[in-house]
C-alpha cells in the first residue's frame, strides 16, 4: 500500500468518521472503498460506451440507439463521429423496408 495525504473538508470528514465507527471499520478503508467504486463504475460506462461505438461501426446498432445508449442527441453525436472520423452508417431502401416488417 502507498500513503496518500488527502484534504477533507470539515463535513467531509465528520460524515466519514460516524460511518466508520457504525461500521467498525477506519475511515482509510472507507475512502479506498469509495475510489474503487467510482472508478470501477467509470470504467464500465467506458467500456459499454466503446462497445456501442464498435457496434455501430459494424452496422449492428443504429445512430439512434448509440445516441440512446451514449446519452448524446442525434446532433451532437453526429458532429461527435465527424470529429472522430467514424463515417454515417446509412441504410438502403430494402433496410429500411426490412426494419418497418420487423418493428
Known sequence: MKRTNIMLTDDQHKVLKVYAKREGRTLGELVREA?????????????????AME??????????????????????LRLYLKEEGISLQTQDIEEIAEDVVNA
Open 35 to 51: 475510489l474503487d467504486t467510482a472508478y470501477k463504475k467509470k470504467n464500465r460506462i467506458e467500456h459499454r460506451r466503446l462497445a
Open 55 to 76: 457496434a455501430y461501426k459494424e452496422g449492428f446498432i443504429s445512430i439512434g440507439k448509440l445516441s440512446e445508449i451514449l446519452g448524446i442527441d442525434i446532433v451532437s
